[in-house]
Protein backbone atom coordinates (compact mmCIF):
# COMPACT_ATOMS: atom_id res chain seq x y z
CA UNK A 1 0.00 0.00 0.00
CA UNK A 2 1.77 3.33 -0.82
CA UNK A 3 1.30 6.30 0.97
CA UNK A 4 -1.20 7.94 -1.57
CA UNK A 5 -3.34 5.20 -1.82
CA UNK A 6 -5.20 5.22 1.87
CA UNK A 7 -8.53 3.35 1.85
CA UNK A 8 -10.34 4.52 5.43
CA UNK A 9 -9.18 0.96 7.59
CA UNK A 10 -5.50 1.77 6.71
CA UNK A 11 -3.52 2.99 9.29
CA UNK A 12 -2.18 5.67 7.74
CA UNK A 13 -5.31 7.02 6.70
CA UNK A 14 -6.72 6.74 10.31
CA UNK A 15 -3.66 8.92 11.38
CA UNK A 16 -4.54 11.33 9.26
CA UNK A 17 -8.10 11.87 9.85
CA UNK A 18 -6.93 12.01 13.30
CA UNK A 19 -5.02 14.91 12.75
CA UNK A 20 -8.16 16.40 10.49
CA UNK A 21 -10.27 16.04 13.53
CA UNK A 22 -7.75 18.04 15.87
CA UNK A 23 -7.58 21.25 15.56
CA UNK A 24 -4.02 21.78 14.17
CA UNK A 25 -3.49 23.73 11.44
CA UNK A 26 0.06 23.30 9.50
CA UNK A 27 2.13 24.80 6.86
CA UNK A 28 4.32 22.57 5.16
CA UNK A 29 7.68 23.04 3.36
CA UNK A 30 8.86 19.34 1.75
CA UNK A 31 12.28 19.41 -0.47
CA UNK A 32 14.66 16.49 -1.50
CA UNK A 33 11.63 13.84 -0.83
CA UNK A 34 8.49 12.80 1.28
CA UNK A 35 6.44 15.35 -0.83
CA UNK A 36 3.85 12.47 -1.06
CA UNK A 37 3.18 13.37 2.86
CA UNK A 38 0.91 16.31 0.93
CA UNK A 39 -0.85 13.98 -1.52
CA UNK A 40 -1.84 11.68 1.50
CA UNK A 41 -2.98 14.66 3.83
CA UNK A 42 -5.02 15.81 0.59
CA UNK A 43 -6.34 13.11 -0.04
CA UNK A 44 -8.08 12.44 3.48
CA UNK A 45 -11.22 14.10 3.81
CA UNK A 46 -11.06 16.80 6.36
CA UNK A 47 -7.82 18.12 4.75
CA UNK A 48 -9.03 22.18 4.77
CA UNK A 49 -9.87 22.34 8.84
CA UNK A 50 -5.73 21.28 8.76
CA UNK A 51 -3.09 22.02 5.71
CA UNK A 52 -2.96 25.69 5.44
CA UNK A 53 -0.02 25.79 2.58
CA UNK A 54 2.02 22.55 1.49
CA UNK A 55 5.00 23.72 -0.88
CA UNK A 56 7.76 22.12 -2.42
CA UNK A 57 10.90 23.77 -2.89
CA UNK A 58 12.67 21.76 -5.23
CA UNK A 59 15.75 23.54 -7.24
CA UNK A 60 18.31 25.32 -4.46
CA UNK A 61 16.60 28.40 -5.87
CA UNK A 62 13.54 27.74 -5.00
CA UNK A 63 14.70 26.90 -1.43
CA UNK A 64 17.06 29.86 -1.23
CA UNK A 65 13.56 32.03 -2.20
CA UNK A 66 11.41 30.31 0.52
CA UNK A 67 14.38 30.94 3.33
CA UNK A 68 15.17 34.07 2.44
CA UNK A 69 19.38 33.20 2.20
CA UNK A 70 20.70 30.64 0.58
CA UNK A 71 21.86 27.88 3.06
CA UNK A 72 25.29 26.52 3.75
CA UNK A 73 23.77 22.70 2.74
CA UNK A 74 20.57 21.87 1.76
CA UNK A 75 20.15 18.54 3.52
CA UNK A 76 21.27 19.32 7.12
CA UNK A 77 20.06 20.36 10.26
CA UNK A 78 20.42 23.80 9.97
CA UNK A 79 18.33 23.90 6.88
CA UNK A 80 15.68 21.80 8.58
CA UNK A 81 15.35 23.86 11.51
CA UNK A 82 15.52 27.29 9.11
CA UNK A 83 12.33 25.41 7.09
CA UNK A 84 10.13 24.62 10.12
CA UNK A 85 10.18 28.23 11.47
CA UNK A 86 9.86 29.42 8.02
CA UNK A 87 6.55 27.06 7.55
CA UNK A 88 6.07 28.07 11.13
CA UNK A 89 6.07 31.85 10.08
CA UNK A 90 3.69 30.96 7.02
CA UNK A 91 1.36 29.42 9.19
CA UNK A 92 0.89 32.07 11.39
CA UNK A 93 -0.07 34.58 8.24
CA UNK A 94 -2.09 32.17 6.09
CA UNK A 95 -3.83 31.64 9.67
CA UNK A 96 -4.81 34.78 10.66
CA UNK A 97 -4.87 36.77 14.08
CA UNK A 98 -7.92 34.69 15.01
CA UNK A 99 -6.33 31.54 15.27
CA UNK A 100 -4.63 30.39 18.15
CA UNK A 101 -0.76 30.19 17.71
CA UNK A 102 -0.80 27.14 20.04
CA UNK A 103 -2.84 25.21 17.47
CA UNK A 104 -0.11 26.02 14.55
CA UNK A 105 2.28 23.73 13.28
CA UNK A 106 5.36 24.42 10.69
CA UNK A 107 6.65 21.39 9.54
CA UNK A 108 10.17 21.81 7.42
CA UNK A 109 11.94 18.43 5.64
CA UNK A 110 14.78 17.90 3.52
CA UNK A 111 15.97 14.86 1.93
CA UNK A 112 18.90 12.73 0.15
CA UNK A 113 17.29 10.05 -1.37
CA UNK A 114 18.53 7.06 -3.84
CA UNK A 115 18.87 8.55 -7.58
CA UNK A 116 19.28 7.06 -10.66
CA UNK A 117 23.25 7.45 -10.15
CA UNK A 118 25.59 5.70 -7.97
CA UNK A 119 24.96 8.10 -4.50
CA UNK A 120 28.03 8.41 -2.33
CA UNK A 121 26.58 10.33 0.97
CA UNK A 122 24.39 8.69 2.80
CA UNK A 123 20.54 8.26 2.36
CA UNK A 124 18.63 10.79 4.68
CA UNK A 125 16.06 12.69 5.57
CA UNK A 126 15.37 15.96 8.44
CA UNK A 127 12.17 17.23 9.59
CA UNK A 128 11.29 19.62 11.61
CA UNK A 129 8.07 20.83 13.36
CA UNK A 130 7.81 23.98 14.97
CA UNK A 131 5.44 25.71 17.07
CA UNK A 132 5.16 28.06 19.12
CA UNK A 133 6.67 26.47 21.92
CA UNK A 134 9.08 24.02 20.77
CA UNK A 135 11.10 22.94 18.18
CA UNK A 136 11.35 19.24 17.06
CA UNK A 137 14.05 18.07 15.02
CA UNK A 138 14.27 13.95 13.46
CA UNK A 139 16.75 12.48 11.57
CA UNK A 140 16.14 9.38 9.75
CA UNK A 141 19.74 7.61 8.36
CA UNK A 142 18.40 4.89 5.98
CA UNK A 143 20.37 1.90 4.97
CA UNK A 144 21.93 2.26 1.81
CA UNK A 145 21.11 0.52 -1.44
CA UNK A 146 18.18 -1.63 0.62
CA UNK A 147 15.39 0.38 -1.03
CA UNK A 148 13.81 1.58 -4.39
CA UNK A 149 13.10 5.67 -4.33
CA UNK A 150 9.67 4.83 -3.88
CA UNK A 151 10.21 2.66 -0.87
CA UNK A 152 12.57 5.64 0.53
CA UNK A 153 9.92 8.23 -0.25
CA UNK A 154 7.39 6.14 1.27
CA UNK A 155 9.22 5.70 4.58
CA UNK A 156 9.91 9.72 4.67
CA UNK A 157 6.06 10.24 3.66
CA UNK A 158 5.12 8.10 6.72
CA UNK A 159 7.54 9.68 8.97
CA UNK A 160 6.38 13.45 8.25
CA UNK A 161 2.79 12.26 8.77
CA UNK A 162 4.27 10.67 12.16
CA UNK A 163 5.21 13.95 13.16
CA UNK A 164 2.56 15.84 12.69
CA UNK A 165 0.32 13.46 14.38
CA UNK A 166 2.53 13.44 17.32
CA UNK A 167 2.72 17.47 17.39
CA UNK A 168 -0.89 17.67 17.51
CA UNK A 169 -1.77 15.32 20.16
CA UNK A 170 -2.81 12.33 18.09
CA UNK A 171 -2.09 8.80 18.27
CA UNK A 172 1.25 8.72 15.63
CA UNK A 173 0.95 6.32 13.20
CA UNK A 174 1.98 2.44 14.50
CA UNK A 175 3.23 1.25 10.78
CA UNK A 176 6.45 3.14 10.59
CA UNK A 177 8.79 0.49 7.83
CA UNK A 178 11.64 1.11 9.77
CA UNK A 179 14.38 -2.00 9.11
CA UNK A 180 17.15 -3.07 11.62
CA UNK A 181 19.61 -1.12 9.65
CA UNK A 182 17.83 2.31 9.64
CA UNK A 183 18.32 4.93 12.47
CA UNK A 184 15.89 7.28 13.47
CA UNK A 185 16.70 9.74 16.32
CA UNK A 186 14.53 12.22 17.17
CA UNK A 187 14.81 15.83 19.96
CA UNK A 188 12.84 18.15 21.06
CA UNK A 189 12.97 21.53 22.46
CA UNK A 190 10.62 23.05 24.77
CA UNK A 191 11.23 26.86 25.09
CA UNK A 192 11.14 28.32 28.75
CA UNK A 193 7.90 30.69 29.01
CA UNK A 194 10.17 33.50 29.04
CA UNK A 195 11.92 32.74 25.45
CA UNK A 196 8.58 31.66 24.63
CA UNK A 197 7.09 35.14 25.27
CA UNK A 198 10.11 37.03 23.24
CA UNK A 199 10.13 34.53 20.36
CA UNK A 200 6.45 35.04 20.12
CA UNK A 201 7.04 38.87 19.98
CA UNK A 202 4.35 39.29 23.17
CA UNK A 203 8.13 40.55 25.46
CA UNK A 204 10.58 41.96 23.53
CA UNK A 205 13.91 40.86 25.81
CA UNK A 206 14.50 38.35 27.79
CA UNK A 207 18.04 37.50 29.92
CA UNK A 208 19.96 33.70 29.66
CA UNK A 209 21.09 34.09 33.47
CA UNK A 210 24.81 32.50 33.71
CA UNK A 211 22.92 29.99 35.68
CA UNK A 212 20.79 28.59 32.87
CA UNK A 213 17.71 30.02 33.89
CA UNK A 214 15.98 33.02 32.59
CA UNK A 215 14.64 36.12 33.54
CA UNK A 216 12.55 39.00 31.81
CA UNK A 217 14.00 41.87 33.90
CA UNK A 218 18.35 42.54 33.47
CA UNK A 219 20.89 42.05 35.91
CA UNK A 220 22.43 45.19 35.13
CA UNK A 221 21.98 48.56 32.75
CA UNK A 222 24.67 47.95 30.17
CA UNK A 223 26.73 51.20 28.28
CA UNK A 224 27.13 48.81 25.80
CA UNK A 225 25.54 46.24 23.53
CA UNK A 226 27.36 43.94 21.54
CA UNK A 227 24.97 42.07 18.89
CA UNK A 228 25.56 38.98 16.90
CA UNK A 229 24.29 35.70 15.88
CA UNK A 230 27.30 33.95 17.70
CA UNK A 231 27.20 30.87 15.64
CA UNK A 232 29.51 29.75 17.42
CA UNK A 233 30.91 32.53 20.04
CA UNK A 234 34.54 33.13 19.94
CA UNK A 235 37.03 34.66 21.18
CA UNK A 236 36.86 37.67 18.21
CA UNK A 237 33.80 38.38 20.34
CA UNK A 238 35.73 38.16 24.02
CA UNK A 239 38.32 40.65 22.89
CA UNK A 240 35.75 42.83 20.75
CA UNK A 241 33.34 42.70 24.27
CA UNK A 242 36.34 43.55 26.38
CA UNK A 243 37.64 46.33 24.02
CA UNK A 244 34.50 47.68 24.03
CA UNK A 245 34.35 47.79 27.53
CA UNK A 246 37.37 50.14 27.89
CA UNK A 247 36.29 52.23 25.43
CA UNK A 248 33.61 53.03 26.46
CA UNK A 249 34.57 52.60 30.43
CA UNK A 250 31.58 50.09 31.26
CA UNK A 251 29.93 46.81 31.09
CA UNK A 252 29.01 45.40 28.03
CA UNK A 253 26.12 42.90 27.28
CA UNK A 254 25.73 39.82 24.71
CA UNK A 255 22.67 40.57 22.59
CA UNK A 256 21.24 37.37 20.44
CA UNK A 257 18.32 38.60 18.48
CA UNK A 258 15.94 35.71 17.94
CA UNK A 259 14.13 37.51 14.75
CA UNK A 260 16.84 39.07 12.30
CA UNK A 261 15.54 41.25 9.67
CA UNK A 262 17.47 39.67 6.39
CA UNK A 263 17.23 36.00 8.38
CA UNK A 264 14.79 33.81 8.82
CA UNK A 265 14.11 33.86 13.12
CA UNK A 266 16.24 31.24 15.29
CA UNK A 267 14.38 27.83 16.25
CA UNK A 268 14.09 27.29 19.91
CA UNK A 269 17.22 24.47 19.63
CA UNK A 270 19.20 27.02 17.72
CA UNK A 271 18.55 29.37 20.82
CA UNK A 272 19.69 26.92 23.01
CA UNK A 273 22.91 25.74 21.89
CA UNK A 274 24.08 29.05 21.19
CA UNK A 275 23.61 30.50 24.64
CA UNK A 276 24.74 28.07 26.59
CA UNK A 277 28.08 29.02 25.84
CA UNK A 278 27.64 31.91 27.61
CA UNK A 279 28.29 31.20 31.16
CA UNK A 280 30.34 33.83 32.32
CA UNK A 281 27.67 36.99 31.46
CA UNK A 282 23.97 37.47 31.08
CA UNK A 283 23.06 37.30 27.54
CA UNK A 284 19.58 39.40 26.27
CA UNK A 285 17.94 37.34 23.75
CA UNK A 286 15.38 40.34 21.98
CA UNK A 287 12.78 40.24 18.91
CA UNK A 288 14.36 43.57 18.08
CA UNK A 289 15.40 43.12 14.49
CA UNK A 290 16.62 46.57 13.45
CA UNK A 291 18.73 48.68 15.36
CA UNK A 292 15.73 51.39 16.29
CA UNK A 293 14.27 48.61 17.59
CA UNK A 294 17.31 47.77 19.83
CA UNK A 295 17.56 51.47 20.46
CA UNK A 296 14.02 51.53 22.15
CA UNK A 297 15.21 48.30 24.35
CA UNK A 298 18.66 49.79 25.45
CA UNK A 299 18.31 53.51 25.15
CA UNK A 300 21.80 55.55 25.56
CA UNK A 301 23.76 52.47 24.90
CA UNK A 302 26.66 52.09 22.58
CA UNK A 303 25.77 49.29 19.98
CA UNK A 304 29.27 47.46 19.46
CA UNK A 305 29.58 45.85 15.72
CA UNK A 306 31.37 44.77 12.89
CA UNK A 307 31.87 46.90 9.52
CA UNK A 308 30.11 44.43 7.78
CA UNK A 309 26.99 45.04 10.16
CA UNK A 310 27.51 48.70 10.51
CA UNK A 311 26.66 48.53 6.55
CA UNK A 312 23.68 46.83 6.55
CA UNK A 313 22.78 49.65 9.16
CA UNK A 314 23.28 52.04 6.39
CA UNK A 315 22.14 49.73 3.31
CA UNK A 316 19.49 51.47 1.13
CA UNK A 317 17.95 48.16 0.65
CA UNK A 318 16.42 47.31 4.40
CA UNK A 319 14.92 51.00 3.94
CA UNK A 320 13.11 50.30 0.72
CA UNK A 321 15.96 52.27 -0.97
CA UNK A 322 13.68 55.42 0.56
CA UNK A 323 16.41 57.75 1.84
CA UNK A 324 13.60 59.48 3.99
CA UNK A 325 13.25 55.99 6.08
CA UNK A 326 16.93 56.08 6.68
CA UNK A 327 17.35 59.46 7.82
CA UNK A 328 14.40 58.89 10.26
CA UNK A 329 15.94 55.76 11.41
CA UNK A 330 19.09 57.12 12.73
CA UNK A 331 17.49 60.17 13.51
CA UNK A 332 15.22 57.88 16.00
CA UNK A 333 18.32 56.19 17.72
CA UNK A 334 20.17 59.16 17.99
CA UNK A 335 17.06 60.49 20.07
CA UNK A 336 17.49 57.68 22.21
CA UNK A 337 20.98 58.32 23.21
CA UNK A 338 22.50 55.76 21.49
CA UNK A 339 25.57 55.76 18.91
CA UNK A 340 27.68 53.14 17.31
CA UNK A 341 31.26 51.54 17.88
CA UNK A 342 32.46 50.11 15.15
CA UNK A 343 35.54 47.32 14.70
CA UNK A 344 37.56 46.78 11.21
CA UNK A 345 37.29 42.96 9.66
CA UNK A 346 38.57 40.93 7.22
CA UNK A 347 37.10 39.99 3.73
CA UNK A 348 37.92 39.08 0.55
CA UNK A 349 38.95 42.70 -0.17
CA UNK A 350 41.18 42.94 2.74
CA UNK A 351 40.73 44.38 5.82
CA UNK A 352 37.88 47.01 5.99
CA UNK A 353 36.90 49.52 8.52
CA UNK A 354 35.06 52.61 9.70
CA UNK A 355 36.70 54.75 6.91
CA UNK A 356 35.07 52.36 3.92
CA UNK A 357 31.87 53.03 4.77
CA UNK A 358 29.87 56.08 2.90
CA UNK A 359 28.43 57.25 6.36
CA UNK A 360 25.04 60.00 5.54
CA UNK A 361 26.54 63.27 5.93
CA UNK A 362 24.17 64.15 8.85
CA UNK A 363 24.69 61.54 10.91
CA UNK A 364 28.63 60.47 10.63
CA UNK A 365 29.10 61.28 14.35
CA UNK A 366 26.68 58.28 15.21
CA UNK A 367 29.35 56.10 14.32
CA UNK A 368 32.68 56.04 16.00
CA UNK A 369 35.64 53.63 14.99
CA UNK A 370 37.74 51.16 17.46
CA UNK A 371 41.29 51.46 16.12
CA UNK A 372 43.22 48.37 14.41
CA UNK A 373 45.60 48.56 17.23
CA UNK A 374 42.71 48.59 20.13
CA UNK A 375 41.22 45.61 18.47
CA UNK A 376 41.62 43.49 15.36
CA UNK A 377 41.00 39.48 15.09
CA UNK A 378 40.40 37.90 11.50
CA UNK A 379 38.19 35.05 13.32
CA UNK A 380 35.15 34.80 11.84
CA UNK A 381 32.11 32.62 12.68
CA UNK A 382 31.36 31.56 9.09
CA UNK A 383 35.06 30.33 8.71
CA UNK A 384 34.89 28.51 11.76
CA UNK A 385 31.72 26.78 10.90
CA UNK A 386 33.25 25.61 7.63
CA UNK A 387 36.27 24.36 8.94
CA UNK A 388 34.18 22.26 11.41
CA UNK A 389 35.86 23.86 14.78
CA UNK A 390 33.49 24.87 17.40
CA UNK A 391 35.96 27.63 19.00
Known sequence: MTAASTPSNDPLHQTISAIHDSP????????????????????????????????????????????????????????ALAMGVAAFQRATILAGDETSRDTLLGLGATASLTTERPKRGDHRALITVQTASSTTLARLDLAKDAR????????????????????????????????????????????????????????????????????????????????????????????????????????VCYELTAVNADKPPLDFETIERRREVFTDRPLAVTSAATFVEKSQLFPG?????GVDTA????????????????????????????????????????????????????????????PADVFRCDVSSTAIRNSGNTC
Not at 58 to 65: E, I, P, Q
Not at 361 to 369: A, G, I, V
Open 311 to 370: ARVIAPRFYDHDADKLDSALKTIRENGCRFLVAGRLDDDGFQDLACLDLPTQHRELFSPI
Open 148 to 251: TRAEEENLVTQLVIDMVARAAGVPPFSGLSLSDNDNLETRQTVASPELAAVWNQQHPIAWSLVDGGWSLEPTSCPVGVLSGSFAPRHRGHVELQQAAESILEGS
Open 301 to 305: ATFVL
Open 24 to 79: TRVALAITGGGSGALTSLLAVPGASRTVLEGQVPYAASALTDYLGNQPDRFCDDAT
